[in-house]
């Protein structure tokens, strides 16, 4: 999963699991209009205990029978967000089937979206998102990572709807005015990951791998859209296969995009959700891309679907892969210097994220608190510094050895760790307590003691080996590795060296402090590192100096590296002259710089990109710079006027009037509100509403915010509750507290936000 937002409920304690779940079978009724699920499920399980009591997960739901075997009685019960079935006098190791009829009205985890709110759909749609725990709210289901079992849904919408799920497709028929659709998934899976996407598409091809196909499932209309942003997964598919040295492993892959989706993306086991707000027109294709998205979502097939954490306090083992692997995707495509420049990126990420809490812990209140920097970047990390201590051929052989042992399978970190000392024949254990158990990293200091550098770390507990790169003023002198076994230093002779880079490479998560270096050791350091991941650690250094940017930025032969040196250019002619390249990502990228710089020519190159481009989210920034700039009714009216893909400019605009003129905000954002102007303006409207607030001795804005923060769709209600703290009135209170028991966890996140806003005014 690669997130935005969000977080999902988790009671504190869960019952004990007293069974074995190994096929759930779905057959459900969507009905569009009211919003409803009407439903079978039968589990079929294995009990692990005598007179077990089978705790099965259900959100607010009306459950209308359940049956055992078809005819056994048993005593069941509802309390605590669970239904429990006691089955007094069965003994442990019995296989049965339970049955459950039920109807729901979620809040969660299954989303009904009217074709007003789907843009750039033009038909209603619904959706389900199942990670962390919320398939209950359209299930009753085991609703937990660590039982993995086959699947099998039976999906009946209105007919000329296609639906999307796991596994593979068994039929599709009508049947009066309904369409059924028949998937099924016979290898195992955690039940988190069960999926499925109605509505209007188009299942666009994207090629197979070994004769699996590979597919992306676009509303009607925009299938350019999905293949702009997509195409090729069947390539990175073929690249992971042969990283890993295991085959995709399930039956098909497609991706799907979904409106008002809360995250990124989502790994459903051969069926990933992908938010709508990633497609873009074949014309933008020189500044947007999908890739790094799909790369995420399709490494979690591997790493979370094939292998899953067993618990929350190991998500890393799902979501650092999956920030892991696409930088191979990288490399193979773009190259070494793209592929370590993003590298260091994650080490940045991951270095912020550990200063106050380890990789693995146990203290969390809700899973959504585990999804956090530790997970992603920090798990990437540890794989790249593991890989390096490795060598690259045995990491990747341990990988296979991995994938094999626990496919279909739950781990731990220390199942990870067990199996990779096996595989490696190295002890990985200290590894494994410094770098998942512990926060912080390495602290490291480099001073210069007459003919010797000291290289000091103050951390505690950290014990690692790190090379370290002599330099003078023109070339390498020499590199050699020193030991560290907790706080202490060693001694480096400089044999003539001026500078002593630590970890030359890179490849240590850690911080470093210099003695003041020159501009020339600095420059030195650059033309003789080792790779650009070392460059972008350096560039750390000198960006506040222009000269030195400058001197490099026209040294430098990699066109990857040297774009990192545009944000910290100075030299406006070079800008100028970049805005008028023919790689459109140089363009938005110096252009961008000259508005930062607020240099005349920023407006000049700003207002011919935006004259002349035909790439429409080229047009977009360009846009937001000359509003910037000239910060006037009439540029705003442009925007106004203009439409593009993702409607940013309409958006800008009206946040704009919200600025200058709350009168003509007001009248624009209550009719974009009402109605319904497509999904990013609506959103963008209804949080203006907030900021601009009713005119004297109305209380129209108020009423709206109020109506749409009662409502059922999620994603509104949250953008009015926040509105609604925006617009600073405590009569809203009441209704705000009504939702505060919303079944998602960042709605309710919203509504707590909401009230200690207002209850401070």
């Not at 309710?748 to 209850?759: I, K």
Request: include cysteine; charged fraction near 25%.
């Amino acid at each position: 999963m690669l997130f935005s937002l969000g977080f999902v409920y988790s009671p504190a304690v869960r019952p004990a699991h007293e069974f074995d779940l190994k096929d759930y079978k779905f057959d459900v009724s969507l009905d569009f209009a009211a919003e409803i699920v009407r439903g079978t499920v039968t589990n079929t399980l294995i009990t692990t205990k005598d007179n077990a009591n089978l705790a099965f997960d259900k959100g607010p739901m009306k459950i209308l029978s359940v049956k055992v075997d078809g005819a056994k009685s048993f005593k069941t019960s509802q309390a605590d967000g669970y239904l429990n079935v006691s089955l007094s006098g069965v003994k442990k190791g019995t296989s049965l089937k339970v049955i459950v009829k039920y109807e729901a009205h979620p809040e969660a985890g299954i989303y009904f979206v009217a074709a007003k709110r789907a843009y750039p759909s033009t038909t209603s749609l619904a959706y389900t998102q199942g990670e962390m725990e919320d398939n209950r709210y359209w299930l009753p289901i085991y609703d937990y990572p660590d039982d993995k079992a086959t699947t099998e849904g039976i999906i009946r919408v209105p007919k000329g709807m296609s639906v999307l799920s796991n596994g593979t497709l068994v039929s599709h028929i009508d049947q009066g005015e309904q369409s059924v659709w028949h998937w099924r998934m016979d290898k195992e899976i955690s039940t988190y990951l069960i999926s499925l996407v109605a509505g209007s598409y188009t299942a666009v091809p994207d090629g197979s791998f070994k004769g699996k196909p590979v597919q992306i499932w676009t509303p009607k209309g925009v299938e350019d859209w999905g293949r702009a942003a997509f195409k090729g997964t069947d390539n990175q598919i073929a690249i992971y296969s042969k990283l890993t040295g295991i085959d995709y492993p399930w039956q098909k892959y497609a991706q799907s995009a979904v409106p008002e989706f809360m995250f990124g993306g989502m790994e459903n086991a051969s069926c990933t959700t992908q938010t709508i707000n990633a497609l873009f027109p074949v014309n933008s294709k020189g500044t947007e891309s999908g890739e790094g998205l799909s790369a995420h979502e399709l490494a979690h097939q591997w790493f979370g679907d094939l292998i899953t954490a067993k618990n929350w306090s190991h998500i890393w083992v799902n979501e650092g892969w999956a920030s892991f692997m696409p930088h191979f995707i990288v490399r193979e495509r773009h190259g070494e210097d793209e592929y370590n420049i993003g590298r260091y990126g994650t080490y940045q990420g991951a270095y912020y994220s550990c200063i106050d809490r380890p990789m693995v812990r146990y203290d969390y209140t809700v899973p959504m608190e585990m999804f956090d920097g530790n997970a992603y970047p920090g798990g990437a990390t540890r794989m790249f510094m593991l890989m390096h201590i490795l060598g690259e051929d045995q990491f990747w052989k341990c990988c296979k050895a991995y994938l094999t042992a626990f496919g279909h399978k739950n781990v731990t970190t220390e199942d990870f760790f067990a199996n990779w000392s096996k595989t490696s024949g190295v002890d990985l254990d200290q590894f494994r307590k410094q770098w998942y158990y512990q926060k912080g990293s390495p602290q490291l200091s480099v001073t210069k003691d007459g003919d010797n550098f000291v290289v000091e770390q103050t951390s505690d507990g950290f014990v690692f080996d790190v090379d370290v790169q002599r330099l003078d003023e023109n070339s390498v002198l020499g590199k050699k590795t020193i030991h560290f076994d907790g706080k202490g230093s060693v001694t480096v002779p400089a044999e003539g060296a001026t500078t002593l880079i630590v970890d030359p490479g890179a490849w240590l998560m850690c911080a470093v402090k210099y003695q003041d270096y020159t501009d020339s050791q600095w420059t030195s350091a650059w033309r003789n590192a080792e790779n650009a991941a070392q460059k972008m650690r350096i560039l750390e250094r000198i960006q506040q100096n222009p000269h030195a940017i400058r001197a490099l930025y026209e040294w430098e032969k990699s066109w990857p590296v040297r774009k990192q040196l545009i944000p910290h250019l100075t030299d406006s002619a070079r800008l100028i002259e970049l805005c008028g390249a023919d790689d459109e990502s140089l363009v938005k990228a110096a252009m961008d710089r000259l508005a930062v710089m607020n240099d005349p020519g920023a407006k000049v190159q700003a207002s011919r990109i935006f004259a002349e481009t035909k790439n429409e989210a080229l047009k977009n920034d360009a846009y937001r710079i000359l509003l910037s700039i000239n910060n006037d009714e009439a540029t705003a009216k442009i925007g106004w006027n203009l439409k593009t893909y993702n409607l940013a400019t309409k958006a800008a605009a009206l946040n704009w009037y919200a600025e200058h003129d709350k009168a003509k905000a007001r009248t624009m954002a209550l009719d974009a509100v009402k109605n319904y102007a497509p999904g990013p303006v609506r959103m963008t409207a209804i949080s203006v509403l907030g900021r601009v607030k009713d005119a004297e001795g109305s209380r129209e804005v108020f009423n709206l915010l109020i109506s749409i923060a009662k409502a059922h769709d999620y994603a509104p209600m949250q953008a009015a509750i926040n509105a609604l703290a925006d617009y600073g009135d405590k009569a809203a209170i009441p209704v705000i507290e009504s939702r505060k028991d919303h079944s998602l966890h960042f709605a309710r996140g919203t509504v707590q936000s909401a009230l200690a806003r207002l209850n401070r005014r």
